[in-house]
């Protein structure tokens, strides 16, 4: 199986949501999801502890997506709304998190699971 799969990616209009799934196989306390646009590295955009409610968002989303569970589907989503150009390019879940995850959970370095990935494309 594989561990993590990412799914809901697709092309809408600036100002379009779009909601992502990361369905995981292992029970991983932190699970993130990273964003990477076109020519550039992979950035953390959202994360969420599937024990508890700790989450954590960087400044560019907040008030925009949102990132939530449901631990019986053992999925994670991503909830993106007023979408706009930039957000653009490939998502990725992340999962297996070494580290101090409150201060430490954007380093892509500290994940060693990783899904495929899923495509969004924001058209102006």
């Known amino acids: 199986q594989v561990p993590l799969v990412e799914s809901g990616g697709g092309s809408v209009q600036a100002g379009e949501s779009l909601r992502l799934s990361c369905t995981y196989t292992?029970?991983?306390?932190?699970v993130t999801w990273f964003h990477q646009a076109p020519g550039k590295g992979r950035e953390a955009v959202a994360g969420i502890a599937t024990a508890g409610s700790a989450t954590d968002y960087i400044d560019d989303v907040k008030g925009r997506f949102t990132i939530s569970k449901d631990l019986a589907k053992k999925t994670v989503y991503l909830q993106m709304n007023s979408l706009e150009p930039e957000d653009s390019g490939m998502y990725y879940c992340a999962a297996d998190f070494n580290g101090l995850w409150r201060v430490e959970w954007r380093r892509r370095e500290n994940y060693n699971q990783w899904g495929e990935g899923t495509q969004v494309t924001v058209s102006s």
């Open positions: 292992w029970r991983w306390n932190f």
